[in-house]
């Protein structure tokens, strides 16, 4: 089969609407290119893992982020590309630099991409005890450790963005023996399966895309935690009626601002919320919303481009 590669040229801060508009529109798979995530990788990776980065990355000239989608050569391409187009042009009415902006397409054959990158995904230590794996690698356990095994498809990440290592890094730090956890836009699954191994009693998962929900199904079952992990199809909070003792969302600053206007439905009154996908200039932003939607910031941690928020309710916001 021929696969048509659509490559946006656009700003680190933008890489997150760029993903979601090439998905929107039916991308069958994602590769994103920025040059932030190799200087974060510089600043704080060992020598031996340098054996699990494509040397190609150090060879793109160009400044900011480049998303490249992958789509089926199909009679609708055309208008998928101009729509692509189209929104990419109004990123800026996000308040969002979009950068250069630039839309260019390339054909290529299925056997060229579609396992290529499975060969850089390794074993990571991503928190101070979960190790996330490829479910196709060999991994010896160690003492303390809690193994994930991720099989993410061509459409999610490898579960080793620094969004998605601060979350699990905040969930090892919340979830106790017996919890209840909400994980809203679950994607591949990772953070409610991380919060099943960790202890949770349940852990809901929800996700608007119904291969998130497919994938996160997977990979529940993968890691033998089905009887734990319950994953819906929704938006944010509109299947979830429980109260948990710690909700997660590694989404966007402006979806986390509007998540927090209803969180008191879903959050207990001890509870915690773990924020992130927030770039660190809507740090400030989220902070504000939170506070006026009765929570009170415990915790922010920052890791390259990216910021992770921990709240809970104020003592005046809790219920009676």
Same mark, same amino acid.
């Given at each position: ?20 508009? =090439? ?5 069958? #798979? %994602?590769?994103?290119?920025? @040059? ?27 400044? #900011? ?7 089926? +050569? ?17 990123? @800026? ?30 074993? $990571?230590?991503? *928190? ?11 991994? +010896?356990?160690?003492? *303390? ?11 999610? #990440?490898?579960?080793?963005? +620094?969004? $998605? ?5 905040? !969930? ?7 919890? =209840?956890? =909400? ?5 591949? *699954?990772?953070?409610?399966? &991380?919060? &099943? ?10 996700? %608007? ?11 529940? $079952? ?13 938006? =944010? ?51 504000? #919303? ?22 809970? !309710? ?7």
């Amino acid at each position: 089969m021929k696969w048509i590669e659509v490559q946006v040229k656009t700003t680190s801060e933008a890489v997150e609407v760029v993903s979601n508009i =090439l998905y929107e529109v039916g991308a069958g #798979g %994602l590769a994103i290119e920025d @040059p932030n995530d190799i200087e974060v990788f510089v600043q704080s990776k060992t020598e031996e893992d340098w054996n699990f980065i494509d040397s190609s990355l150090f060879e793109n000239k160009f400044d #900011g982020a480049i998303v490249k989608a992958y789509f089926p +050569e199909n009679e609708n391409l055309i208008e998928k590309v101009e729509l692509i187009k189209q929104n990419i042009a109004m990123i @800026p009415e996000y308040n969002l630099d979009k950068g250069l902006g630039e839309v260019t397409i390339s054909e290529v054959h299925e056997k060229d991409w579609a396992h290529a990158w499975k060969k850089y995904y390794k074993p $990571t230590k991503i *928190g101070e005890k979960i190790v996330v794996k490829p479910s196709w690698e060999e991994y +010896e356990e160690q003492d *303390g450790e809690i193994v994930l095994e991720l099989d993410p498809g061509m459409a999610f #990440g490898t579960g080793t963005h +620094e969004t $998605t290592t601060m979350c699990i890094q905040a !969930l090892e730090k919340h979830v106790k023996e017996g919890d =209840l956890v =909400l994980d809203i836009g679950c994607g591949s *699954g990772i953070l409610s399966v &991380a919060a &099943a191994k960790l202890g949770a009693k349940k852990a809901i998962g929800v996700d %608007l895309d119904e291969l998130a929900v497919k994938v996160s199904n997977e990979n529940k $079952t993968i890691n033998n935690v089905q009887d734990i992990v319950d994953i819906r199809h929704g938006n =944010l909070l509109d299947v979830v009626s429980e109260k948990a003792d710690v909700v997660v969302a590694n989404i966007i600053a402006e979806i986390v601002v509007i998540l927090a206007k209803d969180i008191k439905k879903c959050l207990l009154d001890d509870g915690v919320f773990i924020s992130s996908g927030i770039i660190l200039d809507k740090i400030e932003r989220v902070k504000q #919303g939170l506070d006026e939607e009765g929570l009170d910031v415990m915790e922010v941690v920052t890791m390259g481009e990216w910021a992770c928020i921990v709240s809970k !309710l104020k003592e005046g916001n809790k219920n009676a």
